[in-house]
T-cell receptor, first 114, second 111 residues
Framework: DSGVTQTPKHLITATGQRVTLRCSPRSGDLSVYWYQQSLDQGLQFLIHYYNGEERAKGNILERFSAQQFPDLHSELNLSSLELGDSALYFC?????????????FGNGTRLTVT | GQQLNQSPQSMFIQEGEDVSMNCTSSSIFNTWLWYKQDPGEGPVLLIALYKAGELTSNGRLTAQFGITRKDSFLNISASIPSDVGIYFCAGQLNAGNMLTFGGGTRLMVKP
């Protein structure tokens, strides 16, 4: 158990809809990262938050947004969903900006858009 | 942007054989990480490398951080069926930066 909790585990929704994915980082971790993994593909970085502030953006669509709350949990919002958005979405956390702090991943949310 | 080339893409080996996979990058990283992903789960950290030339072991796994800081390899000795999964390398430029992942090596072990 990595200590990173993601909910829900599975999500099935229709095109055009909006969903929210939730992540609780490991206790003490200030950084949260979101990654997308399409079928049989590697992990694509979406966005990084540190202590409530956005730090870096990757290949994140404008239809997607995220935030990190004062209690350090994070939410990834996906709107105007398309079939191609079907993927596994992973959250990872780490201690933060200093020192050696590898990322620890949750078990992901599997999103299916029909 | 940074690219990580991981090879081989897949391997099908006999139980007991040794396995080797590697990653190369077009630019340097200051940290190399190796993860394993089982079906339906998130990647799990296997080995972290923080210094060029570093060789680190974790049980039957051994990984090295290339001296040029542009490559890394992972060896698995005496493979067993539970080694099956997808292995990802990842590079990190600095602490707190995002990870860049390789495309993964799918390992299949025949009992």
């Amino acid at each position: 158990d990595s200590g990173v909790t993601q909910t829900p585990k599975h999500l099935i929704t229709a095109t055009g809809q909006r969903v929210t994915l939730r992540c609780s980082p490991r206790s003490g971790d200030l950084s949260v990262y979101w990654y997308q993994q399409s079928l049989d593909q590697g992990l694509q970085f979406l966005i990084h938050y540190y202590n409530g502030e956005e730090r870096a953006k990757g290949n994140i669509l404008e239809r997607f947004s995220a935030q990190q709350f004062p209690d350090l949990h994070s939410e990834l919002n996906l709107s105007s969903l398309e079939l191609g958005d079907s993927a596994l979405y992973f959250c990872a956390s780490s201690v933060g900006r200093r020192g050696n702090s590898p990322l620890h991943f949750g078990n992901g949310t599997r999103l299916t858009v029909t | 942007g940074q690219q990580l080339n991981q090879s081989p893409q897949s391997m099908f080996i006999q139980e007991g054989e040794d396995v080797s996979m590697n990653c190369t990058s077009s630019s340097i990283f200051n940290t190399w990480l190796w993860y394993k992903q089982d079906p339906g789960e998130g990647p799990v950290l296997l080995i972290a490398l923080y210094k060029a030339g570093e060789l680190t072991s974790n049980g039957r796994l051994t990984a090295q951080f290339g001296i040029t800081r542009k490559d890394s390899f992972l060896n698995i000795s005496a493979s067993i069926p539970s080694d099956v999964g997808i292995y990802f390398c990842a590079g990190q430029l600095n602490a707190g930066n995002m990870l860049t992942f390789g495309g993964g090596t799918r390992l299949m072990v025949k009992p």
